[in-house]
């Protein structure tokens, strides 16, 4: 079949492999932590506004990419963050996903939507699929290579997601057991029979993974991870083999490349890595650095990412280049 | 205290009493499904476009706004069909808060956010709170009353609700037990000791309300209980006393008015319910209804609704007014 559409993850492993990298680059702008140059001009123009944040943190994230783009394999905008300025943000929301693929970028967008029925396929269509207009007529409205979602509503929430993965060549990663304290609340519950609820998710996840396989032997329904559980990781590795996995929590939430291992297969691949506040704020507390000294920076951060994660995978014999 | 703001809880039961109504008026616009009366001068002005759609939910939602203002205790917009359109559909969401607003309606946007740490920060700034430009310098950006929350996360993606709902007089309504039939996945795996997972999210439902209690004996802390399962909806009653519950899936979802009974306290308050495609779309396929006609079906929707419920509180001895 040559019309095949190429699947998300087979997308994703080629990325990785091109640019030998398995870093994601999150973009999470939080504007007091941006250095002024990037909001000087915004903020002079449009004087206290949401439309003066959203410029700087344009300006911002167009600086990050410029710098990341040839070294990680993908970027994963947190759209609370564009949220938290209103329309004018998910404007900038908008402009980033654009930029970042007009540079050929994978963009997932960690948005974690979850709902049921027709409402899963109004937020599939919207960030996976197209939205239609009329018979026959079809729009994309945010047009994301892939998005979290939150599985607590069961498949009737993941069926929509699947589709549009299968459909359109995107992925999901599933929440399953996130790299925050209190993720155990809920996700290290013990159920009867002695499993916990987050190997029941990753069972479901390795379900739901088998309509959308690749050639390349993984699925475009991924989970997310988090590397500050390493234990857990190697659980959930076994659970769903054909999985890719998105581990939040290295560098600042406290993972090490040691604690990422476990998320990788014996193939050496399997996990795909976000940092967000060491790429996006490598400046520390110095808000004056320049727009050169910024981009070197984060270049040095993401270059940093790769060998340790390539160089963590080489001692385990993992790395495959 | 004379400068305490009045709670979410307090306010939302003195708009049932001022109304005598527990209805919610769902707006989930399917555009397939808008009368053409809305949809012909947006689509003839701005061709097959997003923003034709938009606008078309736009007025569509100003006739339902109109017409239920009297009768319904508050609207709940489901931003996934507002994503669907991407910004101009953003636009028609905040544009639709803001109507029902200046309409004294409470707003509820079931919009299901979830992270954690700055994340859900950001999160309960945009929909709740105030987003900071500056020192001391803040800005509302979707500024609802209140918000549906997912609970997978754990306490970590709650408290900035929390915090936010006690500074600002508003509530949160978290997943407890969703109305989909696979809602069960998750949600009612029995946990070693026997209870059901949802009853363990009702606990903690039940905990983090206790920062946020009103003056009527409820907390701004509510929780989201299909009427689908009335039996669930029965033993959450109990586990969470002072929480209102959000019930949806009244009507067109199976649920009837004897089903959401168990949802109400013995006071005959606690619950609220909420009906989207009754009220939406009264005019069934006839997409040719006229303007006014539309708007007389959809108030005598919410109306019949209002009996309904009232009746089955009034059988049951439940009824205050």
């Not at 500050?228 to 769903?240: C, N, Q, S, V």
Request: with cysteine; net charge negative; hydrophobic share 40%.
């Amino acid at each position: 079949m040559t019309d095949e559409i190429q699947t998300f993850s087979d997308r994703l492993l080629n990325e990785i492999d091109r640019k030998q990298s398995f870093a994601v680059a999150g973009l999470d702008p939080r504007l007091s932590m941006i250095p002024h140059v990037f909001r000087r001009e915004p903020f002079r123009e449009h004087g206290n506004t949401l439309k003066a944040a959203a410029e700087s943190v344009m300006v911002f994230n167009r600086s990050i990419l410029d710098a990341v783009a040839p070294y990680a394999a993908a970027v994963k905008p947190q759209i609370a963050f564009y949220e938290a300025f209103g329309l004018e943000g998910l404007r900038a929301f908008i402009a980033t996903v654009d930029y970042a693929r007009s540079k050929g970028l994978i963009v997932i967008g960690d948005v974690k939507r979850n709902d049921i029925g027709s409402t899963a396929q109004a937020y599939a269509d919207a960030y996976l699929g197209r939205t239609e207009l009329d018979k026959g007529v079809s729009l994309p409205a945010f047009d994301l290579d892939a998005v979290t979602v939150n599985p607590y509503l069961g498949s009737d929430g993941i069926k929509p997601f699947l589709t549009a993965s299968a459909r359109y060549g995107r992925g999901i990663f599933v929440l399953v057991k996130t790299s925050n304290p209190s993720s155990a609340e809920l996700q290290d519950l013990t159920l009867e029979g002695g499993r916990k609820l987050f190997e029941h998710v990753g069972e479901l996840v390795d379900e739901w993974g088998r309509e959308v396989a690749g050639e390349r032997g993984y699925t475009s329904i991924g989970a997310v991870v988090g590397a500050t559980f390493p234990e857990h990781a190697r659980a959930l590795r076994k659970i769903m083999p054909r999985s890719i996995i998105l581990v939040p929590g290295y560098g600042a939430q406290g993972g090490s490349a040691k604690d990422v291992l476990p998320c990788f297969n014996e193939d050496g691949y399997g996990a795909v890595v976000n940092a967000s506040r060491s790429i996006n704020y490598p400046h520390g507390t110095d808000l004056d650095v320049s727009r050169e000294k910024f981009q070197d920076l984060v270049r040095e951060a993401v270059q940093k990412m790769n060998e340790d994660i390539n160089g963590a995978l080489k001692g385990a014999g993992l790395l495959r280049w």
